[in-house]
């Protein structure tokens, strides 16, 4: 029997790293203002790691929107598979090519591109797709913080959220 609300505790879950930057930064800053010495020099470590703990924990909180979602993402030495009710299939995490972001799916959809295979269409709130922000945040020249506006903004049309090589003329911007 649990004493937390299933609500109230995916909530929890959904801000945990927020949480433990909470925890070490009041530890930080009782070892500061304790007895001093080196636990005061440990103390503002602490505190500069909860601050960056923080910034990549509301990024990450950000990035959940939710489970439940139809399908399964699974990501095992850089390949991301995604099994769907319906289609699914797998992409090598070097070779994406194009990373866009389709709202107008119901879920929200993003969609991976590689030379050579079909597009993938993945679910945001499908099942481990919450490990796909380490991946996307690995992409060289991907700007995490346009990518979480537009996943939390309220685009009508599908957006090109990065991509390796430019498809577009020059005069025309990304976001």
């Not at 070892?31 to 080196?38: A, F, K, N, R, Y």
């Not at 636990?39 to 703990?53: D, I, K, P, Q, Y």
């Not at 289609?87 to 995490?93: E, L, R, T, V």
């Not at 991946?135 to 599908?158: D, S, Y």
């Amino acid at each position: 029997m649990s004493f937390i609300r299933p609500e109230a505790k995916l909530a929890l879950w959904r801000w945990r790293e927020v949480l433990v930057a909470g925890f070490v930064l009041i530890l930080g800053l009782s070892w500061i203002g304790g007895p001093g010495g080196l636990l005061g020099w440990l103390g503002w470590v602490l505190v500069v790691m909860s601050v960056a703990l923080a910034v990549i924990g509301i990024q990450r909180a950000r990035f959940r929107t939710g489970a439940g979602g139809p399908g399964v993402v699974t990501i095992d030495e850089g390949q991301i598979t995604y099994l769907g009710p319906l289609d699914g299939g797998m992409i090598a995490s070097r070779e994406i090519e194009r990373l866009a972001l389709d709202p107008t799916s119901n879920p929200a959809h993003w969609v991976l591109d590689q030379p050579g295979q079909p597009t993938l269409h993945i679910p945001v709130n499908a099942e481990g797709a919450e490990a796909l922000f380490d991946v996307f945040a690995a992409l060289p020249g991907l700007k995490t913080e346009q990518m979480l506006a537009e996943l939390n903004g309220r685009a009508v049309h599908p957006v090109v959220i990065w991509e390796r090589t430019s498809m577009r003329p020059a005069h025309l911007r990304l976001h």
